[in-house]
Each structure stands twice: as structure tokens, then as C-alpha cells.
């Protein structure tokens, strides 16, 4: 299969890369800088990405979107992985805003597009893991509205977000695939407990006691497919970047780190294991390109499973050519570790994707 982003999509791509570059640039303290920021990031660049167009992307032109698809998507994810943006992008904007846009909430989705406000998806139960069907967290109708009880945990992004997309069951058993619906949250209404996940970010644990909902009129399992397949590319791409970003600095590495009097780069041990990544490298980079090409479940699930224990790879024999830096928060190549493992956990890990891909298969 020929692949080549088209003149626009390349025109975006550098965009975002410089931006990026401008705004992040790999810089650590910088890094630790934004991260005390209330939410765990700095709104500012939110608001830098919302005006750039890249907020809107993702959604339907009707929707107050700019109508992109899977390639521009990918487009716009992999620069930041590279660059190891802390906007939420992937987690928050494609993930709970595809439920938003699939509910046709426009007052939402036109706060989120205009940067106004950080959405979060709280699908995650204690008891389910990855699986998005088991949903104990209860809905029941107040008037014209509705009200929830349960809890949600390992909700990304979760102490940063305005919105919340939360998953309740309106009818049915615990694991029944009938009888979820989908219901947008104010953030000020919920009980959040916020903890730190693995790259840095503030995630959270719902607690929701009669808390006040709107229902989003979707059918829920068609959305939740829709937005996993969105949050599966992105986030392959966005580990495609950060595995490129950890190969070229731990490349420029060997080339230039002395032990037994010449670069460790000319050990024939070290060719051969940055060969390997390099290897697992292209071959990511040619899956993700083809399931945002094909646009089909089985191409994204299959991308998944594999970029994730590729990028995993990649990123382990950075942190071994580095040595004990490789795990500080004062080297690039621990926080790119750190990203990796969060997403490639996210809403699902390698093996959720190969079995989602054998049932589309």
C-alpha cells in the first residue's frame, strides 16, 4: 500500500511540529514547570492548540468541526508525541470529545473546540478493567433529567476536566452489552480524588452520589466503538512519535558516549539492538499509516497491540543505553518511558487490542 499525506496534511504536520518544538522543545524543566499548573498542564497552550485549529479537527463540519479523518488525526498526534506535548490530545480532546459530538451535545462540543473546556471520559470501573461493557454505575430519570450513583476509576485527565462523559446503566445487568447510556457530567458536580498516573498527567476517581446528568442521545455501544477506534490511532501515532523521538536521541547518544576509548556505537552489540529498534520502529510507523489509511477496526486494533509493545521495546533499550539518567526526571528518555506506558495502557493494553482485532478480524 502507497502511503504520502497529502499537501495539507503535510502543511498541518509542520505545524504542529513547530509549535511543539516552540512550546515544549523536550525541554525538562519545563516540563516540570507546567505540570504544577492546576490540572497538571498549563491552559495556555490548550488555548494555543484550540486557536491553530487543532481542537476542532477531529469533529464533523455540522458540528463545528473541520471534518478531519484518521490520516489527519495521526497527523497531528505523532509531532506531539515527538515533542511530548502535555495537552491532553489523545486521552481527553478524541476520546471523550467523540462522545460528546456522537451525543450531538453541540453547546459542549463547541466549548471544548473553542478551548474553553477540557473533557474526560469516566467509562472505567474497579471491577470491569478494560472491559467498557461492565458499567455497575446506575442512572435513573429525575423529571426531564437524570441523576447517577456508582464510581469510575482510572479516569485520564480526570483532575483537569470541565466535562465529563460518564458511562451508567439504565437497564440490565452489570456485564449486559444492552442498557448503557451515556451522560455528560459538569465537573464542578462530582466528587474527584485525583492521583498522579505514570507520565505525570492528573487522573482521577469519580465518585458520584445523585449527581445531576444530561443525557446524550446516542446509541452508546456505536459510540464507545467509534471513539476507542479514534483513541486507538491517535495513541499509536502519539507512541510512534515519542519511539522516534527516543531513537534519535539515544542514536545521537551512542554516537558520542566514550567507554573503552571509542563511542559505544561502534560496538558491533549495540548495531544490532538499535537495528532491532529501528526495525520495530518502521514497522509501527507502517501499521499506523495503514489503519488510518483503511479506517477499519481490525487495522487500528492490530496497530495498537503491536506499536505498543514496539514503542515499549524501543523505549526499554533507550533507558538501558543510558544508564541510571535513564529513569531521572532530569533526561527526556525516562518521561518518553513514562508516556509509552500510559498509553499503551489506555482504555485498553496489548492484549485487549489483539483480542478486539481477532473478533473485527
Aim: charged share 20%.
Amino acid at each position: 500500500m502507497n502511503f504520502d499525506f497529502s499537501e495539507e496534511q503535510l502543511l498541518l504536520r509542520e505545524t504542529v511540529t513547530r509549535w511543539a518544538a516552540g512550546r515544549h522543545g523536550l525541554d525538562t524543566a519545563k516540563r516540570r514547570a507546567q505540570r504544577q499548573h492546576k490540572g497538571g498542564f498549563d491552559r495556555a497552550g490548550w488555548q494555543e492548540l484550540a486557536q491553530l485549529g487543532v481542537l476542532a479537527l477531529p469533529f464533523a463540519a455540522d458540528a463545528g468541526g473541520l471534518g478531519g479523518g484518521p490520516v489527519d488525526l495521526i497527523a497531528v498526534a505523532e509531532p506531539l508525541g515527538a515533542s511530548l506535548a502535555l495537552e491532553p490530545f489523545t486521552e481527553a480532546l478524541v476520546m471523550a470529545g467523540s462522545l460528546i459530538e456522537a451525543g450531538e451535545d453541540m453547546t459542549a462540543l463547541g466549548r471544548v473546540i473553542a478551548g474553553g473546556a477540557v473533557p474526560a471520559a469516566a467509562l472505567g470501573e474497579r471491577g470491569g478493567r478494560y472491559n467498557l461493557h461492565h458499567v455497575e454505575t446506575r442512572a435513573r430519570a429525575d423529571g426531564p433529567g437524570w441523576r447517577l450513583s456508582g464510581a469510575k476509576s482510572a479516569v485520564w485527565q480526570g483532575g483537569a476536566a470541565d466535562l465529563f462523559v460518564v458511562s451508567a446503566r439504565v437497564a440490565g445487568d452489570v456485564r449486559d452489552r444492552a442498557g448503557i447510556g451515556l451522560f455528560l457530567v459538569d465537573g464542578d458536580k462530582v466528587e474527584k480524588r485525583p492521583w498522579v498516573a505514570a507520565d505525570g498527567s492528573l487522573a482521577a476517581e469519580l465518585v458520584l452520589h445523585e449527581v445531576p446528568a444530561t443525557f446524550l442521545e446516542c446509541d452508546a455501544l456505536d459510540a464507545l466503538d467509534l471513539a476507542l477506534d479514534r483513541t486507538w490511532l491517535a495513541a499509536s501515532a502519539e507512541m510512534l512519535g515519542v519511539a522516534q523521538m527516543l531513537f534519535d536521541q539515544t542514536l545521537g547518544y551512542v554516537k558520542t558516549r566514550v567507554q573503552f576509548g571509542q563511542p559505544i556505537g561502534r560496538f558491533q552489540a549495540i548495531q544490532h539492538r538499535m537495528v532491532d529498534c529501528y526495525a520495530a520502529l518502521e514497522q509501527a510507523r507502517s501499521m499506523v499509516y495503514r489503519a488510518a489509511a483503511r479506517r477499519e477496526t481490525a487495522a487500528i486494533a492490530a496497530a495498537r497491540a503491536f506499536v505498543a509493545e514496539a514503542a515499549l521495546s524501543i523505549a526499554h533499550e533507550a533507558v538501558q543505553f543510558h544508564g541510571g539518567m535513564g529513569v531521572t526526571d532530569e533526561l527526556i528518555i525516562g518521561h518518553g518511558l513514562k508516556r509509552i506506558q500510559m498509553l499503551s495502557r489506555l482504555h485498553g493494553d496489548a492484549s485487549v487490542a489483539a483480542a478486539r482485532y481477532a473478533e473485527a478480524a
